[in-house]
């Protein structure tokens, strides 16, 4: 794969009918973990990833499109949605760690809705680190001048919330911070929880961020 951009396209092409294209995706080693269920902990290397592929598609006809990209090089995350066979269309976010040009890590999570609104512009961005600093420090309840007016907020959680509950979250593994689109993503576990965020930076601030929240401690 040449970029980042196409290997997201290719994951979700990948689930929705390419199992093969598992071979030219994913490392040797490959190995995933689903916030929701601990279905894929078995699963290592693209081999294994086809023969799970051919099962699981003949229960779920499920269709995954891809959304908003934060890329770091040799780690990068995305937004997507899926519309499930059931008839339920949902938002998800995955986290991905590459080795040797293939996927090496993924971290997957669903939320219980979809985010129906629409996708911010990418704006290149300077300090995300800084911004990163500040929405920890605001996501702990504490001041930071770290959102902008018009902020919008989703949490996977069946009801939609305006902000989340105060939470000290830690970092788990390198954030991903993408100056050219100006956003960042990272993983962390938080009191009760594992997750994910995303965030579409604008002037400094964050405009948009998205939030998933596992069920299961991550396994690496």
Not at 80 to 100: C, E, P
Not at 137 to 143: F, I, K, N, T, V
Not at 192 to 213: C, H, K, M, N
Not at 214 to 220: A, E, H, I, L
Request: aromatic share 10%.
């Amino acid at each position: 794969m040449e970029n980042n951009e196409e290997r997201m396209r290719q994951w979700c092409r990948m689930w929705n009918e390419d199992p093969a294209l598992a071979h030219e995706l994913m490392s040797p080693t490959c190995v995933q973990w689903s916030g929701q269920t601990p279905g894929l902990d078995s699963v290592v290397g693209p081999a294994e990833q086809v023969r799970f592929l051919e099962g699981y598609r003949g229960k779920h006809i499920n269709i995954f499109r891809p959304r908003v990209l934060a890329d770091g090089g040799d780690h990068f995350a995305y937004l997507w949605d899926v519309d499930k066979a059931d008839g339920r269309k949902l938002t998800g976010f995955d986290v991905n760690i590459l080795h040797g040009g293939g996927i090496a890590e993924n971290w997957t999570f669903v939320g219980e809705r979809r985010d129906t609104t629409p996708d911010p512009a990418y704006t290149a961005g300077d300090d995300l680190d800084k911004v990163l600093d500040g929405w920890l420090r605001w996501r702990a309840g504490e001041p930071a001048d770290v959102i902008t007016g018009d902020f919008g907020f989703f949490s996977g959680a069946a009801g939609p919330l305006t902000r989340p509950d105060p939470a000290v979250l830690t970092p788990h593994r390198a954030p991903i911070v993408d100056p050219v689109r100006g956003t960042v993503a990272f993983l962390w576990t938080g009191p009760a929880a594992s997750g994910a965020d995303l965030l579409s930076v604008r002037d400094g601030r964050v405009a948009r961020a998205w939030s998933l929240t596992g069920t299961r401690s991550f396994r690496y």
